[in-house]
């Protein structure tokens, strides 16, 4: 195939270019589905072809689905004669050359392992286990069940990213992943949702089994917990309290905060010296913040970035400071910096992007968190996490009100709210043990992860 990149971009073509490559794309999904009154089941498949051309005046990109070398061809000269169309010319618009940072040829063939694939697993036995996990909702909640909503989708990705420059290299990925919603009936019919994903590389392995029906048993539990949870006290409302957040919340504080906080691009785009920001505080002493792309199993994990870099596991922040950014080739080489394989997106401008970001582990015991905390709340379960400005904010299933160091009663419909660098100058403690949501950014795959975190004086809202 390495022989269709010469037929596909002549030379007169590269000649006229900065850069440009050839990605081939082919994915299989299929899904398995338990609605509330059906079950559903829908495979599809689709091969396509991306061609990125980088000149002077800009990025050029065009796909097609027609994989023939004259079709290729045209979407050649397209991206080329898009490139050609930017408004204002790279060059001006940042008032530097425009160059990529040099980086390795990558040559090979890497496929992620799964155990069970869609060739020895059926449709029926998939079934099966929603229809389980169905059924251990309802033992849960008993009278107060609604209904439930489960989704086992399972996707095989193949990649290949030919390069002007020399790299041929192929990709094999795996993506499997089960969502499901629990509905609970609470007095006067009011009805409580509380939901789960659970997923990574690999096949059905990674979730059929025991740990997922434990986790759809606490995913009732909660739902059931909502129909009997208070709406905030006003008189915490606006006050600055002290929190825990559980994993899934504390990986979307991390998500937010840190990982879109350190995007080269976005940061350079806004005109941010990046070099002022390495070196700067901006989180407490516990906390250390690592993005591993390599990570086995991890929903965001790849061998090689969309623009063929080998990924890197870095520590993005240790002990508070910022020591490292999600680079580009572009953005590394305005930076000054070596690519570390941070570039997602194939069919746009690729980006810098996380994969698979986690705060680093430390020894707190969740006791050791709520015991000095006269009034406070637990947050548990996300429903969503967002960037305003410099603000965070983050928003649970369910919280749950910490008088004198004890747990206890449920609330919902409550927010946490602060300023991005002090939240994270606030953090007191960081739990033993990591969660793990996978999620997608801009249509990529990404995980998110944490473990427990304790942060003081946090805006309470509703």
Request: proline residues 5%; hydrophobic residues 35%.
């Amino acid at each position: 195939m390495s022989g269709n990149l010469e037929k596909t971009f002549p030379p007169s073509l590269l000649s006229k270019v900065i850069y440009a490559d050839l990605i081939l794309v082919s994915e299989w999904q299929s899904e398995v589905a338990l609605r509330s009154r059906s079950i559903e089941t829908h495979q599809n498949s689709t091969k396509y072809a991306v061609i990125r051309v980088l000149s002077r005046e800009g990025w050029g990109i065009a796909t097609t689905n027609k994989l023939d070398i004259e079709s290729l061809k045209k979407a050649a000269e397209k991206a080329y004669r898009t490139s050609k169309t930017a408004t204002i010319p790279l060059e001006k618009k940042w008032e530097t050359p425009i160059q990529l940072a040099p980086t390795k040829q990558v040559k090979g063939t890497y496929k992620h392992p799964e155990r069970i694939t869609p060739e020895n697993v059926s449709e029926e036995d998939l079934t099966d286990f929603l229809l389980k996990l169905k059924a251990l909702q309802i033992d849960t909640l008993g009278p107060r069940y609604g209904w439930c909503e489960a989704i086992i989708t399972y996707r095989k990705i193949k990649k290949q990213i030919i390069t002007c420059e020399g790299t041929n290299v192929t990709e094999e990925k795996p993506l499997t992943d089960l969502v499901l919603y629990t509905v609970a009936k609470g007095p006067y019919g009011k009805l409580s949702t509380a939901s789960m994903i659970e997923g990574g590389t690999g096949g059905y392995e990674l979730i059929l089994g025991e740990k997922i029906k434990k986790e759809a048993v606490k995913i009732a539990e909660r739902a059931k917990m909502l129909t009997q949870a208070r709406l905030l006290n006003p008189m915490w409302r606006g006050r600055k309290l002290p929190v825990i957040l559980d994993g899934e919340s504390a990986g979307a504080l991390i998500h937010e905060a840190i990982g879109h906080m350190l995007e080269a691009d976005r940061l350079i785009e806004t005109k941010t010296n990046i070099h002022m920001l390495i070196g700067s505080k901006i989180g407490s002493e516990e906390l250390t913040v690592i993005d591993n792309p390599r990570m086995l199993g991890g929903y965001g994990s790849y061998i090689v970035d969309d623009e063929g870099v080998i990924g890197e596991r870095k520590t993005l922040v240790e002990n508070g400071i910022v020591v490292n950014l999600f680079h580009t080739r572009w953005t590394a080489a305005i930076a000054n910096e070596e690519p570390n394989g941070s570039a997602r997106g194939l069919t746009y401008v690729p980006r810098s992007l996380m994969s698979n970001i986690y705060a680093k582990p430390s020894d707190w015991k969740f006791k050791e968190m709520t015991e000095d905390i006269k009034i406070g709340f637990y947050l548990e379960g996300l429903i969503k996490a967002e960037l305003r400005g410099d603000d965070v904010i983050i928003e649970p299933e369910i919280a749950y009100l910490i008088e004198q160091g004890e747990i206890k009663v449920p609330v919902k419909e409550i927010k946490i709210a602060g300023k991005v660098k002090k939240v994270l100058q606030r953090i007191e403690g960081i739990g033993r043990n990591i969660t793990f949501k996978p999620g997608l950014e801009k249509g990529n795959p990404i995980s998110s992860g944490a473990p427990y975190m304790k942060i003081s004086n946090v805006h309470i809202l509703n």
